[in-house]
Antibody, heavy 119, light 107 residues
C-alpha cells in the first residue's frame, strides 16, 4: 500500500541543525512532487515547502525561507528537510505528504516526526 | 500569502445531525481548495479537493461546495467517527496556506 514514513525528529538546541527524512513506498516516488507540512503543539497545519518530481522547482513558506532546504533522492525514494539555525518556533510535528499528480494538494500523508527546539 | 479563515472555531453537533463548516480565502483561489480531517494524534486525511471532489474512499455524507473566496464543507449526518478537526487548504498560489481549523465535537 502507499506509505510515507518520516524519521529524524529530535530534541535540538536553538541555533543547531537537523535533517528530517521521509521514505515513500507503494507508488512511483519519482513521479510525484512532495511536501513538508508542520503542526506546532495545539496549533493548525502550516505548509513548509514543496519540491517538484524532478527537483528543479522548490518553494518555501516565508517563515522558513533561508533556513530550511527541501531535497529528494529519487533513487532511494527519499525526501529530506534540512533545518539550519533552528528556532523555538520550529517546534512541531513535521509531516511529509505526497502531492496529487494533477493538482497540488496533499493526497497521502506520513504519520509525522516530532522536532522539539529547546535549550 | 493568502489568508484562510474558518468558522466557527468549534461546532457542537449531535450524532445524526447535519454539520456545515465554512472557509474563506483572502483572495480568489478559484476551485483550488481542499478539506482535511484530523483526529488527535493522527495525520490529516484528505476528504475533498478541487472544492467539491471527494477523495477516494470518502463517504458520500461529506460534500464540498464553493469557488473563489467562499467554501463550505457539509457533513450530512454526523457519525461518531466524524468528530474531529477539519481544515481547509488553498493550493492556488505559493506559498500554500491552511485555515486554522474547525473542531466538530459532540453536543
Amino acid at each position: 500500500q502507499v506509505q510515507l514514513v518520516e524519521s529524524g525528529g529530535d530534541v535540538v538546541q536553538p541555533g543547531r541543525s537537523l535533517r528530517l527524512s521521509c521514505l515513500g513506498s507503494g507508488f512511483i516516488f519519482s513521479n510525484f512532487a512532495m511536501h513538508w507540512v508542520r503542526q506546532a503543539p495545539g496549533k493548525g497545519l502550516e505548509w513548509v515547502a514543496v519540491i517538484s518530481f524532478h527537483e528543479n522547482d522548490k518553494y518555501y513558506a516565508d517563515s522558513v525561507k533561508g533556513r530550511i532546504t527541501i531535497s529528494r533522492d529519487n533513487s532511494r525514494n527519499a525526501l529530506y528537510l534540512q533545518m539550519n539555525t533552528v528556532r523555538v518556533e520550529d517546534t512541531a510535528v513535521y509531516y511529509c505528504a505526497r502531492s496529487h499528480l494533477v493538482y497540488y494538494h496533499m493526497d497521502v500523508w506520513g504519520q509525522g516526526t516530532t522536532v522539539t527546539v529547546s535549550s | 500569502e493568502i489568508l484562510m479563515t474558518q468558522s466557527p472555531a468549534t461546532l457542537s453537533v449531535s450524532p445524526g445531525e447535519r454539520a456545515t463548516l465554512s472557509c474563506r480565502a483572502g483572495q480568489s483561489v478559484s476551485s483550488n481548495l481542499a478539506w482535511y480531517q484530523q483526529k488527535p494524534g493522527q495525520a490529516p486525511r484528505l476528504l475533498i479537493y478541487s472544492a467539491s471532489t471527494r477523495a477516494a474512499g470518502i463517504p458520500a455524507r461529506f460534500s464540498g461546495s464553493g469557488s473563489g473566496t467562499e467554501f463550505t464543507l457539509t457533513i450530512s449526518s454526523l457519525q461518531s467517527e466524524d468528530f474531529a478537526v477539519y481544515s481547509c487548504h488553498q493550493y492556488s498560489e505559493w506559498p500554500f496556506s491552511f485555515g486554522p481549523g474547525t473542531k466538530v465535537d459532540i453536543k
